[in-house]
């Protein structure tokens, strides 16, 4: 449920949720009697639930709480990034004292360096000018496509990928391959652009008209910072650079079609399939000369970016590398660069006033060079044994709930059913931190060279990809740090992971009662589990591999309901120019409603029979409020419109409606017809 990295991630991005809590609200519809669950800090009790559950979960502390004008969203998750960070400052600081040379030591002197201001403003342009030499002197497309290869980088998010690798046309993602699950191959993946999406370039609305200026604006402002000549032209043609790439992509509904990214091709397929670029020398420079096959997810990006790199005049590809190789680096140049950067990515695109302390980007930063390093001493500290073994049980819960459901399923074939089940006996879990670390010994880090550092981390990144292909895959391997506020089903895999900093209240507590653990982290983790069943999941089988188990009366049921969830959500308008889109958010939306009637049943097996009728609605009513408490979310207009164009997770206040769907909420909040949540038995929608 991540925001931007891994392949499924739970929460929007960068995730932030917050557990504040404020002074109840009104009480002109007491739901709950004296014998039923007081109500909780942070509700709108004016506001009936079957009106609004999030307004009456979450109206109180929205009117009371203020997003922090360093954040373009605040939340459970925000409030949780928020303090995690805090942990991991002072534990960079600590590390700084650790003895020359050892793994710790790196992390302190990598922090150091990013947090050394004063260093890198008097190094100014000077660590990036070998760079821009070497952009000068380009000659011809050949060259270009060398300095392309040598630019290539790895370890992306197939759906995400377009807005990553910005210096280069094309990202690479190593894997399984989709049709054999014994060792990993390199993915292809469109990439090149500085704004976030395709859709940031050609949409007609009027306010993405207004940011493409703005980007432009960017551009020219860099160049200038740069010294580089004539910037606002070369803006201009950066832009219309740009704006072809984005006609190549994919757009993002079949970027999360795995279907439509099975496409293998051989080394001798480039030069026919996509003519344009000087592949040998691409693939030369980007160590990739022995591979001889790749699997390419975006072919018409392939295809159309490398007959730009024919057709686009040599200058005009310079003028685009030139502002990326400014652009991408803007933290390690001086500090002009990188409050330009948060002017365009920060406050134009997400409405962010204020810049993040600089020390919570240095984490940041830290956290990517060398994420594992750094999750070694936040479990140390601040993960127990018991909180792992807790969620180990919670997850044996979900996963035997799952099981249940499965095996119950009318519409389901027996055989469909067998490997349904199979996939969920081979299914690795991940609780808190990996079963092996990533290794930095060959890692270069010096305390006073930033961009140095950050450079190398990259490389060392890099060559680390490229030494896993051809290699036995490990299922066991994580795509996420433990410090990171996520959870993630990676179906390749078929494995899920939940990081040690999501594992902390309110999403889990060890003391609080199994109703709220069951409806926060419960969800979480019925959530990560129901990916392998979603839209994109469902088509992997219990190796992980692109395979089509089902009959076709199950696949056509399992699409009818699809559809129904599709509409559901395509009818929420957060913006009257701008609706959800419920093709796009359908996997995440799945997952929701999957997990939260899997967390249900897994509750409800944990605590056994109710006492009394009254008992058994009170806690009823304390998991639906515990998993909308998780979504209390405020959002900047800019990132909530980003959000809806580029993510495959709906506005939080809808996944908060998902609720809509499962017949114990209505019981449980006596919902009735005419309210605005109210469907009809027929109309809720059941997937699994």
Not at 275 to 291: P, S
Not at 589 to 609: M, Q, T, V
Not at 674 to 683: H, M, Q, V
Request: aromatic share 10%; glycine share 6%.
């Amino acid at each position: 449920m991540k925001q931007d990295k891994s392949l499924r991630n739970f929460s929007l991005k960068p995730l932030a949720l917050a557990g504040l809590l404020f002074a109840l609200y009104g009480a002109a519809v007491p739901v709950f009697s004296a014998n039923l669950a007081p109500p909780i800090a942070g509700m709108d009790t004016s506001v009936k639930p079957g009106d609004d559950f999030d307004a009456y979960a979450n109206g109180g502390w929205k009117k009371e709480t203020q997003i922090p004008a360093d954040k373009s969203r605040w939340g459970v998750f925000s409030e949780l990034a928020e303090k995690t960070s805090k942990q991991l400052a002072e534990l960079v600081e600590q590390a700084k004292q650790a003895p020359v040379g050892s793994e710790g030591r790196k992390v302190g002197d990598f922090y150091a360096s990013m947090m050394n201001i004063k260093a890198i403003d008097e190094a100014g342009m000077a660590p990036l000018k070998a760079r821009l030499e070497k952009i000068d002197a380009l000659r011809d497309k050949s060259a270009l496509a060398t300095y392309l290869g040598e630019g290539l980088r790895a370890d992306v998010d197939p759906i995400n990928a377009a807005n990553v690798w910005t210096e280069n046309p094309f990202g690479m993602w190593v894997s399984q391959g989709f049709h054999d699950n014994s060792k990993y191959t390199a993915y292809l993946l469109q990439g090149g652009l500085g704004m976030p999406d395709r859709e940031y370039y050609l949409s007609k609305n009027p306010k993405m008209a207004d940011i493409r200026a703005k980007y432009r604006d960017h551009v020219a402002t860099m160049l200038k910072l740069a010294g580089i000549a004539d910037p606002e032209q070369a803006a201009v043609r950066v832009l219309n650079l740009e704006s072809k790439i984005a006609l190549t992509h994919a757009p993002r509904e079949d970027t999360s079609n795995v279907l439509k990214a099975d496409n293998t091709w051989n080394r001798a397929d480039f030069s026919s399939k996509a003519k344009g670029m000087d592949w040998a020398a691409y693939f030369a420079a980007a160590g990739l000369a022995e591979q001889s096959s790749f699997i390419i997810w975006h072919p018409s990006a392939i295809k159309g970016e490398a007959a730009l790199v024919a057709s686009a005049s040599l200058a005009d590809w310079k003028d685009y590398l030139r502002f990326h190789a400014i652009n991408t680096r803007s933290t390690v140049l001086p500090h002009a660069f990188e409050d330009q950067h948060f002017a365009f990515y920060g406050t134009t695109l997400a409405g962010t006033p204020e810049q993040e302390a600089r020390y919570k980007r240095a984490i940041d930063i830290t956290n990517v060079a060398m994420g594992d390093a750094l999750g070694k001493l936040y479990v140390e500290k601040y993960f127990s044994p018991e909180a792992k073994a807790k969620v180990r049980e919670m997850v044996s819960n979900l996963l035997a709930a799952f099981s249940e459901r499965i095996a119950a399923l009318d519409w389901m074939a027996p055989k469909t059913k067998a490997e349904a089940q199979a996939k969920l006996k081979s299914m690795y879990v991940g609780v808190g931190y990996p079963d092996k670390w990533l290794d930095y010994t060959g890692l270069e880090v010096s305390a006073d060279d930033a961009f140095g550092n950050l450079g190398r981390a990259e490389d060392f990144a890099y060559q680390r990809a490229l030494a896993k292909l051809g290699k036995a895959v490990d299922v066991t391997e994580w795509c996420m740090v433990p410090q990171e506020v996520n959870a993630v089903n990676m179906p390749m895999q078929n494995a899920i992971n939940f990081p040690a900093a999501i594992l902390q209240a309110p999403f889990f507590d060890l003391k609080a009662s199994d109703a709220a653990n069951y409806g926060s982290i419960g969800v979480t983790i019925g959530h990560e589990i129901s990916h392998s069943f979603d839209d994109s999941g469902a088509q992997f089988d219990s190796k992980g591999e692109l395979n089509n188990w089902w009959s076709k009366a199950d696949l056509t049921h399992f699409k009818k309901s699809a559809k129904a969830l599709v509409t559901q959500y395509s009818a929420y308008r957060p913006f009257p120019d701008l609706p959800v889109n419920g093709q796009q958010t359908l996997g995440e939306n799945i997952a929701d409603l999957a997990g939260l009637n899997a967390a249900f049943g897994a509750y409800h097996k944990s605590i056994g029979k109710p006492t009394d009728a009254e008992s058994a609605k009170r806690a009823d009513q304390e998991f639906f409020l515990a998993y909308a408490e998780t979504w209390r979310n405020l959002q900047r207009e800019q990132a909530l419109r980003k959000q809806i164009t580029t993510n495959e997770h709906a506005p939080a206040t809808y996944r908060v409606f998902t609720v809509r769907n499962l017949d114990a909420w209505y019981s449980a909040f006596d919902v009735k017809a005419g309210e605005k949540l109210y469907l009809t038995a027929k109309d809720r929608v059941r997937v699994w």
